[in-house]
């Protein structure tokens, strides 16, 4: 019985919690709530997930009616792949939330922090496990709104300015996104996902339809900060809190990708839509401009968080490239760096997130020395940036294994070569925040630093374990990867 | 509409811009009723000329009311990105159906089914209720949170508690 | 214990051992002692598949899925039987050694320091019975990384800027070339198995053969062929049983037996010979070894002199890969356990004069040989046995490679193969001439500090000028090293002189790697 | 608008006659419109915006603390948690009974008497929780203002 | 161009569309960006609601004797969008004021000076 609406309890739960901490308003409470929620809708996406597996899709009518009237929830391997990243994102974030938000945001207004993060994280749910085109604009506007609240709640004024150049962008796009779900429908009738890849190949060579891919495009494009569309996201993640940079980073961009995904593949899927307009050559000029402008950037940064946000644009490079090289191989390789992006890079802002609370400061200078004095926190940052770089038995090697298979397959030998340069450029970021924490002595004024409380320890050790255990055993997460990829491909070959 | 369009780029007075605007969701609502969205054309009135133009006005109330310099550096980019992604609209609605067309595929697909038989299914006269709150009543749902969200978020960045510890930032400030 | 139980133990006990040394950190003599322990049940384990092995035996065991279709397993087969050996045993080796120099050195961190030694180990064996290409470079990628410590151990400007050549050559060739080469084997075969006969073989285009050929030969930075040869005289300013075990023995030969590896396995000889991809390389190696012994020749710090003599040595097993024969071959595989033996006690002797008489210039070394007479003349055995003269193991492995040049019919080979054997005459014997004959200098204590006008090697000892005393052991005028220095040292030179009479026992033990190729 | 014009307005005696009078009307339109939303344009978000204009109004001439003793802050606080609780809980409740998410036909035996009040229920959530929040955001903006 | 007037007002609102997306991205003052935005989406709720017009339909409310109605998804869909809009106004005009506190100005240039002092 319960296992039917499970797709529902997935979005209701965390949703019906948000208010909850409204009524609460306690901030150890809802920080309970937040994280016992968190865990619940864990386990939801991994029972789904398994479902998905025996079963196949699974389709659930909201309110009683059918698909393209009514609005449907539809998952399959890729959906039900993208909610257990969401989720076991969320579950590893709850936990290591309470300290970092204590230190970081105003005690008063813990409980919307965590309503927020509840919010949020329901919004990207939401838009992973929609049916519907539109649907998918409400929960993206969900889960913008609570970000901009997440990104300026940080004591940092410049998160302010963060957060309004974020709404800016983040609304450009929606609205551009919503402008071209407006176009498809006057094509087509229809705001159902699975409905409008059947009636696309119909009207594909309609100019209007074109427009509407452009626009779905770019406004998306815009949610996951691929270059040139990337400007609000460093600074976003570098003066958010520490613990909303961790969520966002390892979730917000990942969930945009998706959407990219179900245009191009499940929306278009049935024209071939990369092929047809040429759409590929784009986002691969984009996508490799992003590898090395976001590396390049990342090596001059001096705030470490900053930093990471370069990186992250560099790694949302791959994840394009490796969808639209329009293979199995290639969607998968950008499938299975989705999870793996997610592992190492939360790992990696949870230790910066460690250090801001040990010295409250996210600065290379203030670093110096912390090899010592907080030997498993930078530890973890080693071990992350190792899985950055890309070296075996990470699980960023396990992506850039199979994106350069991806590429070598196609034949494209300079993008496999530039692959490879590019990821040396993450030695060479990493490599001085290295330098700076074990090579230099504290600064004489500095107090002496414990190591990070065992609260955030765990969940960070957690994600850069995980960033290794899946590293060590890459198949299980290529095959969910690859079977996603074989649907969406699938349908179109 | 145009010209009021065109008048919230030229002026430079945050108070007019902002009664222009007021003006411009007015005229948009008024559109609306022509168009038969009366349901819209009332929610963009409440909305667009009454809610936000308050907001907006409260906003410059606390903060300036004229815009200070020229962005010349800015304006020819920007016209150039619009004019292309406007290039690009008007492409797109060159295969677009006729204004109006009863004909076009939006009017078949999903559409009647709402008008045809809505009345039996949910048995309301007025259509766009029942397809905000029954057809599509999850879209609502999420539009329902979207609002509270936002509430939220007005209270979490501009509500008492943080005004107050300001304050005495600001008293500390002036001291020094 | 199975064959197959074996494979996992000897690359788990050197990490549990790790584990151990930390635990027993405090204590330096239980830290030594779990070190020491651990290194005599590896080798003990390791040295129990050799009769497997011989009898023909493949043992393998496989320890998961990485990737879909590509798991890490490991398979024991001769080439990495007799390259694990030479690691386990010198490690028990240089562990008696580094406890004498460690102390008598009054280095920092030596817990660290032996923790990191043991996980080289462990990835060192890892390399050795690799089944695949992929869990080959896994581990190849943690010897880099586990060695990078012990580079840098001194934590001055000086380490740290040779632990930055360190790392970046070794993992930027290795993910920018060798990683490529992998992952387009993989695309082009789609298996990355070592076997016999090669897997490329009528899979890639014969002019493609030397471009990928290039991809893992210059992809493999360890095994020093220049250009990418600077990372190994940079990390001779780690402590020399560093140097010793790792720059002479486990790094450098890990890098020219995955050369080997490739060769063999991936490549196939037949392959090779067919396309002659190998040739143009082989020219490179051959230019290697001419330029590094003519450096070596200008340095007058004896580690970078041995450094460069490495590098020089090392492509002589590239040579002997590239010119695809069976003689090269095996003349290659023979070169890896002769030069172990030979440079490790050369090493070792550096160290010694560096504990005992703290100089590491050649041109202070006036007359040391007759303070320090087993350190000098097992110096001159070593020598003798990389020169390539008998009775020492070193012969063996250079009459094969000759022979191999020989055979294909590069004579130019055979040229440079004896021109370098002179131009190691001319530095390495030097040394010793100057030791024994020359006259001491007047005493200058404690100026070994800042003498380092090549800038290779700056080990800091902070201890007061008086203390060095206490590390040396005296008997009448004699300033020799610490015991177990001295008795590490003398026993791998005696190696050098027993392998002259076993080589032909290598050779028949490696003999079965060439099966399935025709020459 | 200037703080200046709103203190100004506080002292208006025909101003603050005329809004007294108003605000119950508005208050009722209010209703109308959440009512009538079924059968003619409107419903719980025209509502709820209408309804909160009469204490934007009551704000603006009586002073925001005024409007604060009126309508305390939990109040707007957990109205704006009731109104996503009615209507979520609209959803659940059909769960319970059987039925999809926001499937009405589950609230009564006849469809349509359950769709009736399916949407009347949402559209009172929506209403609820629109005003709240109206009210919650402009004081905020108001209240910001004083020193 | 039997066509042209037909798309004409398509043609308008896109040229609205695009006086607001210009006012977003070429001005500097952060309460004129809103406003921008605001022309931005009322212009695209515009495009839904003409493409959901019916020649000779009137308003989708049943009733009897009307047998043309015109399209009422696209209202549906921009009443939620409406609301959107709004939420995201009244956010962004919160993060105005907090800017406006602890910078001084709402102007682009002014704060991005500001910011690069730092």
């Given at each position: 019985?319960?296992?039917?609406?499970?797709?529902?309890?997935?979005?209701?739960?965390?949703?019906?919690?948000?208010?909850?901490?409204?009524?609460?308003?306690?901030?150890?409470?809802?920080?309970?709530?937040?994280?016992?929620?968190?865990?619940?809708?864990?386990?939801?996406?991994?029972?789904?997930?398994?479902?998905?597996?025996?079963?196949?899709?699974?389709?659930?009518?909201?309110?009683?009616?059918?698909?393209?009237?009514?609005?449907?929830?539809?998952?399959?391997?890729?959906?039900?792949?993208?909610?257990?990243?969401?989720?076991?994102?969320?579950?590893?974030?709850?936990?290591?939330?309470?300290?970092?938000?204590?230190?970081?945001?105003?005690?008063?207004?813990?409980?919307?922090?965590?309503?927020?993060?509840?919010?949020?994280?329901?919004?990207?749910?939401?838009?992973?496990?929609?049916?519907?085109?539109?649907?998918?604009?409400?929960?993206?506007?969900?889960?913008?709104?609570?970000?901009?609240?997440?990104?300026?709640?940080?004591?940092?004024?410049?998160?302010?300015?963060?957060?309004?150049?974020?709404?800016?962008?983040?609304?450009?796009?929606?609205?551009?996104?919503?402008?071209?779900?407006?176009?498809?429908?006057?094509?087509?009738?229809?705001?159902?996902?699975?409905?409008?890849?059947?009636?696309?190949?119909?009207?594909?060579?309609?100019?209007?339809?074109?427009?509407?891919?452009?626009?779905?495009?770019?406004?998306?494009?815009?949610?996951?900060?691929?270059?040139?569309?990337?400007?609000?996201?460093?600074?976003?993640?570098?003066?958010?809190?520490?613990?909303?940079?961790?969520?966002?980073?390892?979730?917000?961009?990942?969930?945009?990708?998706?959407?990219?995904?179900?245009?191009?593949?499940?929306?278009?899927?049935?024209?071939?839509?990369?092929?047809?307009?040429?759409?590929?050559?784009?986002?691969?000029?984009?996508?490799?401009?992003?590898?090395?402008?976001?590396?390049?950037?990342?090596?001059?940064?001096?705030?470490?968080?900053?930093?990471?946000?370069?990186?992250?644009?560099?790694?949302?490079?791959?994840?394009?490239?490796?969808?639209?090289?329009?293979?199995?191989?290639?969607?998968?390789?950008?499938?299975?760096?989705?999870?793996?992006?997610?592992?190492?890079?939360?790992?990696?802002?949870?230790?910066?997130?460690?250090?801001?609370?040990?010295?409250?400061?996210?600065?290379?200078?203030?670093?110096?020395?912390?090899?010592?004095?907080?030997?498993?926190?930078?530890?973890?940052?080693?071990?992350?940036?190792?899985?950055?770089?890309?070296?075996?038995?990470?699980?960023?090697?396990?992506?850039k294994w199979a994106l350069l298979q991806a590429a070598l397959e196609k034949g494209w030998w300079p993008i496999a070569v530039l692959i490879v340069i590019s990821s040396l450029m993450a030695v060479v970021y990493i490599w001085r925040v290295v330098e700076v924490v074990y090579f230099q002595a504290a600064p004489a004024g500095r107090v002496a630093v414990k190591e990070a409380p065992l609260m955030m320890m765990i969940p960070m050790l957690t994600l850069i374990g995980a960033a290794y255990y899946f590293g060590i055993d890459g198949t299980t997460t290529m095959d969910i990867a690859g079977r996603a990829a074989e649907s969406l491909i699938g349908g179109l070959k | 509409m145009l010209v009021t369009a065109f008048a919230i780029i030229r002026i430079r007075n945050l108070f007019s811009v902002v009664i222009l605007t007021g003006l411009f969701s007015l005229l948009a609502a008024a559109i609306y009723i022509l168009m038969d969205a009366v349901d819209v054309a009332f929610t963009e009135a409440a909305v667009g000329a009454g809610v936000s133009t308050v907001l907006m006005l409260g906003t410059l109330a606390l903060t300036t009311n004229d815009e200070k310099s020229t962005y010349k550096n800015r304006a020819v980019p920007a016209a150039i990105l619009s004019i292309i992604t406007g290039a690009m609209l008007i492409y797109g609605t060159l295969d677009m159906p006729n204004y109006g067309d009863a004909k076009a595929p939006i009017h078949q697909h999903v559409a009647p089914r709402y008008l045809n038989q809505s009345a039996q299914e949910i048995g309301l006269p007025n259509v766009v209720t029942s397809v905000l709150a029954s057809y599509r009543s999850y879209d609502t749902l999420g539009e329902t949170f979207v609002i509270f969200t936002a509430a939220m978020g007005v209270l979490a960045i501009i509500g008492r508690g943080r005004r107050r510890r300001k304050k005495e930032n600001v008293e500390q400030e002036a001291k020094t | 214990m199975t064959p197959e139980q074996i494979i996992p133990w000897s690359i788990g006990l050197p990490l549990l051992g790790a584990f151990g040394i930390w635990i027993t950190g405090k204590s330096p003599n239980l830290r030594e002692t779990v070190t020491l322990i651990t290194a005599a049940i590896v080798f003990?384990?390791?040295?129990?598949?050799?009769?497997?092995?011989?009898?023909?035996?493949?043992?393998?065991?496989?320890?998961?899925?990485?990737?879909?279709?590509?798991?890490?397993?490991?398979?024991?087969?001769?080439?990495?039987?007799?390259?694990?050996?030479?690691?386990?045993?010198?490690?028990?080796?240089?562990?008696?050694?580094?406890?004498?120099?460690?102390?008598?050195?009054?280095?920092?961190?030596?817990?660290?320091?032996?923790?990191?030694?043991?996980?080289?180990?462990?990835?060192?064996?890892?390399?050795?019975?690799?089944?695949?290409?992929?869990?080959?470079?896994?581990?190849?990628?943690?010897?880099?990384?586990?060695?990078?410590?012990?580079?840098?151990?001194?934590?001055?400007?000086?380490?740290?800027?040779?632990?930055?050549?360190?790392?970046?050559?070794?993992i930027g060739t290795s993910i920018a070339l060798q990683l490529v080469a992998i992952i387009w084997t993989y695309t082009l075969t789609g298996t990355l198995d070592f076997t016999p006969g090669g897997i490329l073989e009528g899979k890639v285009a014969p002019v493609m053969v030397s471009v990928l050929l290039a991809l893992y030969i210059f992809g493999i930075g360890k095994a020093a062929l220049m250009p990418f040869h600077r990372w190994l005289p940079a990390a001779m300013v780690a402590p020399t049983p560093v140097s010793a075990l790792l720059h002479a023995v486990a790094v450098v030969k890990a890098g020219v037996f995955t050369v080997l590896k490739v060769t063999v396995y991936i490549f196939g000889i037949d392959l090779l010979q067919a396309t002659d991809a190998g040739l143009w390389i082989a020219y490179m190696a051959a230019t290697t070894i001419l330029l590094a012994s003519l450096v070596a020749m200008k340095k007058d710090n004896l580690k970078a002199r041995l450094a460069y003599s490495t590098i020089s040595q090392l492509s002589y097993i590239i040579l002997g890969a590239m010119m695809a024969s069976s003689l090269g071959i095996l003349g290659g595989a023979m070169h890896i356990v002769m030069h172990a033996f030979g440079k490790i006690t050369l090493f070792f002797c550096a160290g010694a004069i560096m504990v005992a008489c703290h100089k590491t210039e050649i041109s202070q070394m006036n007359g040391l040989g007759r303070k320090m007479p087993i350190t000098f003349i097992c110096f001159l055995i070593a020598s003798l046995s990389i020169i390539g003269l008998p009775p020492f193991g070193g012969v063996w492995s250079k009459w094969y490679l000759a022979l191999a040049a020989a055979d294909t019919g590069q004579v130019i080979f055979v040229a440079v193969l004896m021109i370098s054997s002179l131009l190691n005459v001319a530095y390495l014997i030097p040394i010793v001439v100057r030791a024994f004959y020359n006259d001491p200098d007047p005493e200058t204590h404690d100026d070994h500090n800042d003498q380092d006008d090549h800038g290779h090697v700056a080990v800091a000892t902070h201890h007061p000028s008086d203390a060095g005393g206490a590390n040396q052991w005296k008997i009448g005028n004699l300033r020799e090293a610490p015991i177990a220095c001295v008795g590490a040292l003398a026993f791998t030179a005696m190696g050098c002189f027993v392998l002259f009479f076993y080589a032909d026992r290598i050779q028949t033990f490696l003999l079965p790697i060439l099966e399935g190729t025709n020459g | 608008m200037k703080r200046a014009e709103m203190r100004i307005m506080q002292h208006k005696v025909v101003l603050r006659v005329v809004s007294k009078f108003l605000i119950p009307f508005i208050l009722l339109f209010g209703l109308y419109v959440q009512w009538h939303g079924d059968f003619g344009p409107g419903g719980g978000f025209q509502a709820g915006v209408i309804f909160a204009a009469a204490f934007i109004l009551y704000a603006l001439i009586f002073g925001v603390d005024k409007t604060r003793q009126a309508v305390p802050a939990w109040i707007t606080r957990c109205g704006l948690a009731v109104g996503v609780f009615i209507y979520a809980g609209v959803g659940v409740a059909t769960l319970f009974l059987g039925e999809n998410f926001l499937n009405y036909n589950a609230l009564a035996h006849d469809p349509i008497h359950g769709q009736h009040l399916g949407i009347l229920l949402v559209e009172l959530g929506v209403g609820v929780t629109v005003c709240c929040a109206m009210i919650t955001i402009f004081i905020a903006f108001a209240g910001r203002g004083r020193k | 161009m039997m066509e042209f007037p037909g798309q004409l007002i398509y043609w308008i609102v896109v040229v609205m569309m695009m006086m607001g997306f210009y006012i977003v991205i070429a001005q500097g003052n952060f309460v004129k960006k809103i406003v921008g935005l605001n022309v931005f989406q009322v212009s695209v709720f515009l495009l839904y609601i003409t493409m959901g017009k019916v020649n000779g339909g009137t308003a989708p409310i049943l009733a009897d004797g009307i047998e043309v109605f015109s399209n009422p998804l696209p209202h549906v869909l921009i009443l939620t969008a409406i609301v959107v809009g709004v939420a995201t106004t009244s956010l962004g005009l919160a993060l105005v004021v907090r800017i406006n506190e602890e910078y001084g100005t709402i102007e682009d240039d002014d704060i991005l000076e500001q910011e690069s002092d730092v």
């Open positions: 019985m319960i296992t039917d609406h499970l797709i529902i309890l997935q979005i209701i739960i965390p949703l019906i919690a948000a208010p909850f901490c409204v009524f609460i308003r306690n901030a150890n409470v809802t920080w309970a709530l937040a994280t016992v929620i968190s865990w619940i809708c864990l386990a939801i996406s991994i029972t789904l997930m398994q479902q998905v597996m025996v079963t196949g899709e699974i389709i659930y009518e909201l309110g009683g009616w059918a698909a393209p009237w009514g609005i449907e929830y539809r998952v399959d391997m890729l959906n039900a792949w993208v909610l257990v990243i969401v989720t076991s994102v969320g579950a590893v974030v709850t936990p290591y939330a309470k300290l970092s938000a204590e230190k970081e945001i105003d005690n008063d207004r813990l409980y919307i922090f965590y309503a927020m993060l509840l919010l949020c994280e329901t919004g990207l749910l939401g838009i992973t496990v929609t049916g519907d085109a539109f649907n998918l604009f409400v929960f993206l506007e969900i889960s913008a709104l609570s970000t901009y609240v997440l990104i300026s709640m940080g004591k940092d004024r410049r998160g302010l300015t963060a957060a309004y150049r974020y709404l800016i962008m983040g609304t450009l796009g929606a609205t551009f996104y919503i402008t071209g779900v407006g176009l498809l429908y006057m094509q087509t009738g229809s705001l159902n996902i699975a409905d409008l890849g059947k009636l696309i190949p119909d009207v594909a060579d309609s100019r209007t339809v074109q427009a509407a891919l452009a626009f779905m495009t770019v406004g998306l494009c815009v949610k996951l900060a691929l270059f040139p569309l990337h400007m609000w996201l460093p600074n976003a993640y570098a003066f958010a809190p520490s613990v909303v940079t961790v969520f966002l980073a390892a979730t917000a961009t990942k969930v945009a990708v998706y959407a990219l995904v179900r245009v191009i593949f499940t929306i278009f899927g049935g024209v071939d839509i990369l092929e047809a307009v040429q759409i590929s050559d784009v986002l691969i000029a984009m996508a490799i401009v992003a590898m090395f402008g976001g590396s390049a950037v990342a090596i001059y940064q001096t705030n470490i968080k900053r930093m990471l946000a370069y990186s992250s644009l560099a790694q949302i490079g791959y994840m394009i490239l490796g969808l639209s090289m329009n293979s199995v191989l290639g969607v998968s390789a950008g499938l299975v760096h989705l999870f793996n992006h997610a592992m190492m890079k939360g790992g990696l802002f949870m230790v910066m997130g460690c250090v801001v609370y040990r010295i409250g400061s996210a600065k290379l200078g203030d670093m110096a020395g912390l090899g010592k004095q907080m030997p498993l926190t930078m530890g973890a940052f080693v071990l992350g940036g190792l899985s950055l770089i890309g070296v075996p038995l990470t699980v960023g090697f396990v992506s | - | 003990i384990l390791v040295a129990s598949l050799f009769d497997n092995v011989s009898a023909g035996e493949r043992p393998s065991w496989v320890f998961g899925e990485m990737l879909p279709g590509l798991s890490i397993s490991f398979v024991v087969e001769p080439l990495g039987m007799v390259f694990a050996g030479i690691a386990s045993f010198l490690w028990i080796i240089t562990t008696v050694y580094t406890v004498g120099y460690m102390r008598g050195h009054h280095e920092q961190n030596q817990t660290r320091f032996y923790i990191c030694f043991a996980v080289a180990i462990s990835s060192a064996l890892g390399i050795a019975f690799a089944g695949n290409m992929l869990t080959l470079f896994v581990f190849y990628e943690i010897l880099t990384i586990s060695t990078f410590p012990l580079v840098t151990h001194s934590g001055t400007p000086e380490a740290k800027r040779a632990g930055r050549i360190y790392l970046g050559i070794l | - | -």
